[in-house]
């Protein structure tokens, strides 16, 4: 077996939000596979933390600071990556936020907000990506998607109505974009130890003996479990796979689960 298929020298991949959690991880997978790294992130003192993270890690990564949700940030900062780094071969639209609110409570500022950056933002990204990749006649788009793509919970109702929307998204890129040889996928991570879950996965935490139960695999996925799944969905090995939301999430979609006693 040839691992050329997963080879990723010579192409340049941007990641939103990779200056933590599973963009950093997603990002050191494809960096370790050949890709040279554009990191996006929007806090200064994180980003410096991270350039130099992925530095002793032996990675070649340049950092830009803009929001993603706004358009006119995205156009600027797209224009300067290509002319300062080159053309992205591969777009990770990793960038999110959570708010956990229930419906009836949640103001329409903070839903609009998820839905913002969590949806709007990966087509934005996408919209002026897409465009060189069409002129090069290849690209790759990774959209991360989410258990909440599929499935509801209490409290997450914006996040879960901008996952399910960013499948759908996804898929609809696939047709539009496929004939153009780019390949627009998603990845839907289950769960995963990362800052946006620490608060509910608190040893004692409801939520945590929840999940431990919930996941076949029987544990809070680690990072770089994405890698594989990330590598695989930027390199040539995938390049007739599109519109797939490919799930890494130890099994929780498989099954409906079991009671809370039950081994
Ligand atoms: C939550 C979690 C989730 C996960 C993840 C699941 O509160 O339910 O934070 O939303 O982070 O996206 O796939």
Redesign the pocket.
């Known amino acids: 077996m040839s691992l050329e298929l997963f080879d990723l020298k010579g192409k340049t991949a941007l990641i939103t939000g990779g200056t933590h959690g599973l963009g950093m991880s997603i990002a050191m997978g494809l960096g370790k596979a050949g890709a040279k790294l554009v990191i996006n992130g929007h806090t200064p003192s994180k980003m410096e933390e991270a350039l130099l993270i992925y530095q002793k890690a032996g990675l070649e990564a340049s950092g830009y600071l803009f929001d993603v949700s706004n358009e006119k940030e995205v156009i600027e900062s797209i224009a300067k990556i290509e002319n300062e780094v080159g053309y992205i071969d591969i777009l990770v639209n990793n960038a ?1 936020i ?1 708010k ?1 609110v229930p419906l009836e409570e949640m103001s329409v500022e903070d839903f609009t907000q998820v839905i913002n950056i969590d949806l709007i933002a990966p087509f934005i990204m996408a919209k002026h990506v897409v465009k060189s990749m069409m002129d090069r006649g290849h690209g790759k788009i990774i959209n991360m ?5 599929e499935l509801g ?1 209490n ?2 109702g914006a ?2 109505a901008a ?1 399910g929307g960013l499948k759908m998204l996804t898929q609809n890129m696939a047709t539009e974009w496929a004939k153009h040889n780019i390949q627009i996928n998603g990845i ?5 130890a ?1 800052s ?2 620490a608060p ?1 996965r608190v040893d004692g935490h409801p ?1 945590n003996d929840f999940i431990l139960n919930r996941t076949p695999a029987a544990k809070w996925g680690d990072p770089d479990d994405l890698q594989g799944a990330a590598i695989f969905l930027s390199s040539n090995a995938s390049n007739f796979v599109n519109g797939h939301i490919l799930y890494v ?1 130890g099994g ?1 979609l498989a099954t409906i689960g079991k009671p809370t006693n039950e081994t």
């Not at 839907?188 to 995963?192: H, L, N, V």
């Open positions: 999110g959570i956990r998607c989410s258990m909440m793509s919970r409290t997450v996040y879960a996952k839907g991570p289950g769960y995963f990362t946006q879950t509910i939520f999430d929780i």
